[in-house]
């Protein structure tokens, strides 16, 4: 599933991104791991609850918003977000501490509030040096080596699917097809950070620098994905089922228009077929 990276004066920006599948998903809940300002936070029409030890919100926000001034460690800990949220996540964006381990468990703390028809987006995730993706900064720009949470999600949880994507600055990926009952990266924890935490310089793949296997972030909004993930706890409440939806949906959008045509077609018939006659 991989496509050709745009070039940097053409690829879409985080925030860009971040709005279009604002657009296409139509989450009907929102949070987010590191607030920062609010740029990406302000970005959101839906009950929202940003995390961020340090917010500083200079962004007129138009949400409900629950904001809490602490880790994401320490507020999963103690909050279940769906409780002011009212139902589970259905968009989150994690942009938190740069470090693999701090974006690993906000990864594992986040699935655990959403359905698998959620989506999870983690920023920083295509370093375009290894000075960017080093843990100890020492650069303007810092990625951490963050970048590595795609490999452990490859690795431990191939039920998922992981979409790097080639946004500006330092690319996202986005993951779908989410199970909140999984322990598989819990379970694992330890294990995991002694085989991926490295010190410095970090390895970085050469195609994680170059992009080769990003997503362009526009062809991945016009994928019919979206609007699955959105009616998909209503249509499929078997996660297998769903899980294929969504592989269809990236790699062959045709036949999945085509079928899901096919299939509306078939239920007004079915409709009309049973109505009275007026």
């Not at 294929?244 to 085509?258: C, F, G, M, N, S």
Request: aromatic share 8%; proline share 6%.
């Amino acid at each position: 599933m991989s496509q050709k990276a745009r070039t940097p004066q053409t690829r879409l920006s985080r925030h860009a991104l971040l709005t279009g599948l604002h657009r296409r998903l139509r989450p009907r809940t929102y949070l987010e791991v590191g607030v920062a300002d609010g740029s990406s936070l302000r970005l959101s029409s839906v009950p929202s609850v940003g995390i961020d030890p340090a917010y500083a919100i200079r962004k007129e926000l138009s949400a409900p918003v629950r904001l809490a001034r602490t880790t994401g460690d320490e507020y999963f800990a103690t909050t279940d977000p769906k409780e002011w949220l009212g139902g589970p996540v259905e968009l989150a964006f994690i942009d938190g501490m740069h470090l693999f381990e701090y974006a690993l468990r906000d990864f594992i703390n986040v699935e655990k509030h959403c359905r698998w028809s959620s989506v999870v987006v983690l920023d920083d995730m295509l370093p375009r040096n290894v000075d960017e993706a080093a843990r100890e900064r020492h650069t303007s720009a810092w990625t951490g080596d963050v970048f590595r949470v795609a490999d452990v999600l490859r690795a431990y949880r191939p039920d998922l699917t992981v979409l790097p994507v080639d946004t500006s600055p330092t690319g996202v990926v986005v993951v779908l097809g989410l199970d909140p009952t999984s322990t598989v990266l819990s379970d694992s924890y330890d294990q995991i950070l002694e085989a991926y935490v490295h010190d410095d310089p970090q390895p970085v793949p050469q195609s994680v620098i170059d992009r080769t296997d990003a997503w362009d972030g526009t062809r991945l909004l016009n994928r019919p994905v979206w609007g699955l993930l959105h009616r998909g706890d209503r249509l499929w409440r078997r996660r297998d089922r769903g899980l294929a939806e969504i592989r269809q949906a990236l790699e062959d959008p045709k036949t999945y228009r085509r079928r899901r045509r096919a299939a509306r077609e078939w239920a007004q018939e079915r409709v009309r077929a049973i109505s009275p006659a007026r």
